[in-house]
């Protein structure tokens, strides 16, 4: 149910994601949906909980450089995956007005900038960040332009995504040099 429901976001964005439709993809009977959630709103949430991608942190073993590369370039990764790229738009749209998927979309963002976080505690560690570096704001200076480049550039472009990654890295690295 889950996956034709989110075949149905993919498809045609949140509208398409009605009872009638995710249970004619499934085979499934309206009533067994009904059982599982109580309205089209609960249901677009479990899409969104089952879809959110991870990103595990660096391996061990990595200099503060190899493991921001590491973050950034897995983020990005996750961001330009073509399942994510398309349900993207429709949880930014729909916290809007739910939320349930507000915090689903906050949580998922806080997971991923403790992993960011570590990161920048090991260029701190290494004396390569000033300690009263902001890493709130370090991690929207090293994400924030990844993400609008994977909501602007074409689908087919993900060069594009990879050019402003390594842009962004550089600029951030080459502000605290070693």
């Keep these: 149910m889950i996956d034709a429901a989110t075949e149905l976001l993919l498809e045609a964005g949140p509208r398409a994601v009605t009872v009638d439709a995710v249970s004619d993809r499934s085979g499934v009977a309206k009533s067994t949906l009904y059982r599982h959630w109580d309205s089209r ?13 991870d990103i595990e942190p660096p391996p061990d073993g990595l200099d503060f450089e ?6 950034v370039t897995s ?23 739910q939320p349930e998927l507000a915090e689903i979309a906050h949580a998922d963002h806080e997971g ?4 960011l976080d570590a990161a920048l505690q090991q260029g701190i560690a290494d004396g390569r960040l000033p300690a009263d ?3 709130e704001l370090a991690s929207r200076q090293l994400i924030g332009p990844v993400f609008f480049a994977v909501l602007t550039a074409h689908p087919d472009d993900d060069a594009a995504v990879d050019r402003t990654v390594e842009y962004v890295l550089e600029r951030f690295l080459a502000s605290y040099p070693a």
């Design 66 to 71: 190899q493991s921001l590369r590491y973050v």
């Design 112 to 115: 991923k900038r403790q992993i």
């Design 75 to 97: 983020v990005a990764a996750m961001l330009v995956s073509p399942r994510w790229r398309g349900i993207l738009p429709a949880l930014m749209m729909l916290q809007q007005h």
């Design 41 to 53: 709103e609960g249901l677009l949430v479990d899409v969104m909980r089952a879809n959110v991608p």
């Design 133 to 135: 570096i902001d890493e």
